[in-house]
């Protein structure tokens, strides 16, 4: 102790303190900040065959080697969740140009997503594909899910998620098909114009709660059909359709006589 | 004679001599109603206000009008322990614990928006027949309140629940009310008791939605009710029917049975819906927070075209500020002054009809659309703004549904709002006017039959069959309206005539509604065209010369009146 007492005034102190003050904050950062960078269980031969696919397949736009292109986005460091929920819901790859990319019916199967989601994941840790115990809606708190829903999720995808409009032909998409796991790797990834929800953010324990509540939706309205889940304008649609077309179509057969 | 026969009978004389109700009785019984399919769009209306009345009954014993905060716990899994207010929590336990009451609720909201569709719906009927003109004037203001009164307790009932979708509204009305110049937010503490949303403003929206809007409509639907008796109901044109009399059904028994039977068919459409359709579904909004706002917040059907002038109005440039306050023209314009015009040229149409017209005259015969070509084309034009601002309104669910984006669709809506009643309104006024040229020509010249007849000289014609008297009545019965005639600016000693501004203003109104009109066809004009046309009538032996003469002798004289001779055809009760 009184060596570094007597040497507390060395021109060298401040330097080494800052060394160990930087030192100090990378070391916590590397401990406390939200790391998904998953426990990636997948051998070489997968990842061999994830890049086989991804030069034949999306190489085109991100680059041989996956970083990016004018408008197409780097992929180093985007994580297997990423790509799972891209590739897995026929976003990615892409078919047309347009104002955002649309979900369609999946080009690869579940091995092949696989495959070239532990590719891209070879290239740079990024947020893992959640286990089927983090996205278990049968463990999470759906009054919660709702709460948070509300706050950070209804503005774009509508109250109970029917999706909604965003600018230019934009949109938030409806969520009734979407899987517990692609909810889950849209909230940590935030593709498109979707704003990510990072661990920090809505925790994963939150993330299921949201879950939960939206599975709670696929029980169907307790009011009978629900219309779509779009709100007082289906409503307004179906009372002139079938209130007034039954009540119309009725009075001509009362009043049919001698008119 | 039974003894049902003699207690009835008993009964019915002890009611008599007590209050002399069998004159009443004798007298409505003997009510002739008209038939016509569109006659029964008011009928709607009132029995969808009955079924309010019986369901919202119903729901009162059940919710609790306060804002005072519990914690919910219940059967939904997604409100379970949520903080909410009384009232969002009662609607809840009304919705999921109550026996029948999601049931009864539905068929109130379902009954809700039926009662505004159905009175829009009949106000239309009224409008585009002219059914408003005199003696009906003050019953089109009477209905146009009780419209008026029925926006204001859709409101008032929509807000209730608490949730997170009607505050959305309260708050929109809250930044309207504080757009009104000067006194605005004055006005807005008033409503809300101090700050939005306060605690206040549930208790004093329930008294209002369960007392005082539903006794102000009960009144007015009797007032409205009374004056249809008075005046005795409109007919359309046809066979027999005049301006002195209304060829119909008695009230007892044919519509006793028709109209009777017509409640349980609005009773059984609005139960079907309640029951299969879900509608205001609450609990995927949650209680009430100021903060959030979903995708897809709009107001109900009647309320939409408010929500669409406000998403229409450009945000940037509109907000002045004047000695230091802000002019909200942005909300100001689209959700005060854009319904007050609209509110006020519907009150208001009748009477300005009338002063153009100059027409003092009683009616009580409506008018086919197509022979008011001005006021058809001019509801047209109010129905397509109205259209407008409804697409406006749903931008957003267009954007989705169709794959548009929603900027272009505002940008071209601006657009329309301004071009497409104009477009509109021509195109209907031409399409009047053509109808009426067809009408004409049929008079004049007969249904087409397809025979080809050829004559000894080769020339060739095709057969024309004379109209019946009946389908010929129904083209030329109309008296058409001229416009005024503007007297000169000075009499005939040269000195200035009073008012003469005033006039000549009329006058052009006047050029407006009836400048462009096509007259029916005249007697005089009928035989011309029949006599040069005689050939057709010479290979048309079977509609020959003698028809020719009694539907002449049934055309109306050429200044106006009752046809010469007199078609009399079912029940009828002379105007008195």
């Given at each position: 102790m009184k060596a570094i007492a007597a040497r507390?005034?060395?021109?060298?102190a401040p330097l080494l303190l800052l060394a160990l003050a930087l030192a100090l904050t990378g070391a916590l950062y590397a401990v406390l900040?939200?790391?998904?960078?998953?426990?990636?269980?997948?051998?070489d031969e997968d990842v061999e065959a994830g890049k086989a696919l991804f030069q034949a397949n999306c190489a085109t736009c991100h680059g041989t080697d996956a970083e990016g292109r004018e408008g197409a986005p780097s992929l180093i460091g985007v994580g297997a969740a990423s790509v799972d929920f891209q590739v897995s819901t026929g976003r990615m790859p892409m078919q047309v140009n347009g104002p955002q990319a649309a979900a369609k019916p999946p080009q690869f199967d579940r091995e092949q997503t696989d495959q070239l989601a532990a590719y891209v994941a070879s290239l740079g840790s990024g947020p893992a594909i959640p286990t089927a115990d983090q996205v278990d809606p049968a463990q999470g708190d759906a009054a919660n899910g709702m709460a948070l829903f509300r706050t950070n999720c209804a503005m774009c995808h509508g109250a109970i998620g029917a999706g909604g409009a965003l600018s230019e032909g934009k949109y938030a998409p409806n969520l009734a098909d979407s899987t517990p796991t692609e909810i889950y790797e849209a909230m940590l990834t935030g593709p498109q114009s979707m704003p990510v929800f990072n661990d920090a953010n809505i925790s994963p324990e939150e993330k299921r709660d949201i879950i939960a509540f939206l599975d709670e939706q696929r029980a169907g309205s307790p009011g009978g059909?629900?219309?779509?889940?779009?709100g007082p304008v289906g409503e307004a649609v179906w009372v002139w359709v079938v209130g007034m077309g039954l009540l119309i179509a009725s009075a001509v057969w009362i009043g049919a006589k001698s008119s | 004679m039974s003894t049902v026969n003699r207690a009835a009978g008993g009964t019915a004389d002890y009611l008599d001599q007590r209050t002399g109700i069998g004159l009443a009785v004798k007298n409505f019984a003997r009510k002739i109603f008209p038939d016509h399919w569109s006659f029964l769009l008011g009928e709607i209306a009132l029995y969808s206000f009955v079924i309010l009345i019986i369901t919202g009954f119903f729901l009162t014993m059940f919710f609790v009008p306060s804002m005072g905060l519990i914690t919910y716990e219940g059967p939904l899994a997604s409100m379970d322990g949520v903080e909410m207010s009384e009232a969002f929590a009662s609607t809840l336990v009304l919705s999921f614990e109550v026996t029948g009451g999601l049931l009864m609720r539905q068929i109130h909201h379902w009954a809700a928006l039926l009662f505004m569709a159905s009175i829009v719906t009949h106000m239309m009927r009224v409008f585009f027949t002219g059914a408003f003109r005199k003696p009906r004037e003050i019953n089109w203001l009477v209905g146009f309140v009780l419209m008026i009164l029925g926006l204001a307790a859709g409101f008032t009932g929509y807000s209730l629940p608490d949730d997170v979708l009607s505050g959305n509204g309260l708050r929109i009305t809250d930044g309207v009310v504080k757009s009104i110049p000067v006194v605005g937010s004055y006005m807005s503490y008033f409503v809300f008791g101090g700050e939005f949303p306060g605690e206040h403003i549930i208790p004093r929206l329930f008294t209002l939605h369960i007392l005082v809007i539903p006794g102000l409509i009960l009144a007015l639907v009797g007032l409205h009710l009374f004056l249809v008796v008075l005046h005795k109901h409109t007919h359309f044109p046809g066979p027999g029917r005049t301006e002195r009399n209304v060829v119909g059904f008695p009230l007892f028994p044919v519509y006793v049975a028709k109209a009777g039977g017509f409640f349980f068919v609005v009773f059984s459409v609005l139960a079907l819906m309640g029951g299969t359709m879900t509608i205001n579904p609450v609990w995927n909004y949650g209680p009430y927070d100021p903060s959030p706002v979903s995708a897809g917040a709009q107001p109900d059907w009647y309320m939409l075209f408010l929500e669409g002038a406000l998403r229409l109005?450009?945000?940037?440039?509109?907000e002045w500020v004047v000695a230091g306050y802000t002019l909200s023209l942005n909300v100001l314009v689209p959700a005060v002054i854009v319904p007050g015009l609209l509110f006020t040229v519907l009150a208001l149409y009748p009477f300005v009809e009338a002063w153009a017209s100059g027409d003092k005259r009683e009616h009580h015969v409506l008018d086919r659309p197509r022979n008011a070509p001005t006021r058809t084309a001019s509801g047209v034009a109010i129905l397509t703004a109205f259209g407008v601002l409804l697409a406006a309104g749903t931008n957003d669910l267009i954007a989705t549904h169709f794959g548009v984006s929603i900027n272009d669709i505002t940008r071209v809506l601006r657009v329309l709002l301004f071009v497409a009643p104009v477009v509109a309104f021509i195109t209907t006024k031409r399409l009047c006017l053509g109808l009426q040229r067809k009408d004409r020509e049929l008079v004049l010249?007969?249904?087409?039959?397809?025979r080809i007849v050829r004559f000894a000289d080769g020339e060739y014609i095709e057969v024309h069959r004379p109209l019946d008297e009946y389908e010929r009545w129904l083209r030329v019965h109309h008296q058409p309206v001229r416009p005024l005639e503007l007297l000169p600016a000075e009499d005939e000693r040269g000195v200035r005539r009073k008012g003469y501004r005033r006039d000549a203003f009329r006058a052009r109104v006047s050029r407006f509604f009836f400048e462009d009109r096509v007259e029916p066809v005249t007697p005089t004009e009928l035989a011309a065209a029949q006599s040069h046309g005689a050939h057709d009538a010479l290979s048309a032996p079977e509609h020959g010369d003698s028809t020719l003469v009694e539907a002449v002798a049934n055309i109306k004289p050429e200044h106006g009146g009752m046809p010469t001779g007199e078609v009399t055809r079912g029940p009828a009760t002379p105007r008195h």
């Open positions: 507390r005034h060395h021109r060298l900040a939200p790391s998904a960078s998953g426990t990636t269980t997948a051998s059909t629900s219309l779509g889940s779009i | 109005m450009p945000g940037a440039g509109t010249h007969g249904h087409e039959t397809g």
